[in-house]
């Protein structure tokens, strides 16, 4: 039986729906990061706690000699009951912010039409990972001129000709792994053969960014091994607790000093 096979291709036509699908996963992972953050905050564990207290002297379930080993269950109704509230309290207020972002990333005007968006310039390109016939991760790194637009395909009919050039600054829009694989570091492959592609393929390109959330540890992880710099940091005072998004990026001169890193 031949061993499965790994490589990192362009994106193909016949990978939309998976890719669109993983896009939308991919800023919903920050969700459960966000909610598993709040849950296990020592103010939510002392509120549960406290909460639940009361409830069992309201109720009078405090153990009860009488009833044996089994008195140390009385207490547990209430303590699952408030572990559920608050649960779904945390995930109502957490949840508006992530899908507004994962509505908003599908409907950009690189995702309308995938190829022929990443088409426009030589240092573009969106990058699949595969393994054994199966998409585990992907990487979109825009150098066009629109590398910085925030426009959706709902307010542009379609990418114009005329657009088609190379930008100073390459944008990173889209980059996800597979949680199974993340510990085989298969996203630093990614963001080398990312950078060599918007780097390697134009001298016009003296730039990379890419927009980070310290929900997603295992991205901003991967791009400070290659060098890529804090540039700016934002604190969202949005769901329970909140949480922080900035800017990393790559300069040219940064990335011709230590070529090797990428290889």
């Known amino acids: 039986m031949a061993a499965p096979n790994a490589q990192i291709r362009p994106y193909r036509l016949k990978d939309e729906k998976v890719v669109k699908f993983a896009i939308g996963k991919a800023l919903m992972e920050g969700l459960t990061v966000a909610n598993r953050r709040a849950v296990f905050h020592p103010f939510t564990l002392s509120i549960w ?62 995702v309308g039409n995938i190829e022929e968006y990443y088409a426009r310039s030589p240092s573009s390109g969106f990058f699949v990972l595969k393994y054994d016939s199966s998409i585990i991760g992907f990487i979109a790194i825009d150098a066009s001129e ?31 792994v597979d949680e199974l694989f993340r510990k085989a570091d298969v996203q630093d492959d990614l963001v080398a053969f990312a950078v060599r592609c918007a780097f390697g393929a134009s001298e016009e390109v003296k730039e990379i960014r890419v927009a980070t959330s310290s929900l997603l540890g295992y991205v901003q992880k991967s791009l400070s091994k290659f060098r890529f710099k804090v540039d700016g940091i934002t604190r969202i005072n949005l769901g329970v607790y909140g949480w922080t998004t900035g800017m990393m990026n790559l300069k040219r001169a940064d990335w011709e000093k230590e070529k090797s890193v990428f290889t």
């Not at 050039?165 to 829009?173: F, Q």
Request: glycine letters at 4%; hydrophobic letters at 45%; aromatic letters at 16%.
């Open 49 to 110: 706690v406290a909460l639940s207290c009361i409830m069992v002297e309201y109720l009078g379930w405090w153990p009860n000699p009488e009833h044996g080993f089994l008195r140390f269950f009385s207490p547990m109704p209430a303590f699952a009951c408030w572990a559920v509230l608050i649960l779904a309290l945390i995930d109502w207020i957490n949840r508006p912010y992530f899908e507004d972002a994962a509505s908003d990333a599908l409907h950009r005007l690189d």
């Open 146 to 176: 629109d590398s910085q637009s925030i426009q959706s395909f709902e307010e542009s009919n379609k990418v114009k000709e005329e657009k088609r050039g190379t930008s100073s600054v390459a944008m990173i829009r889209h980059f996800y």
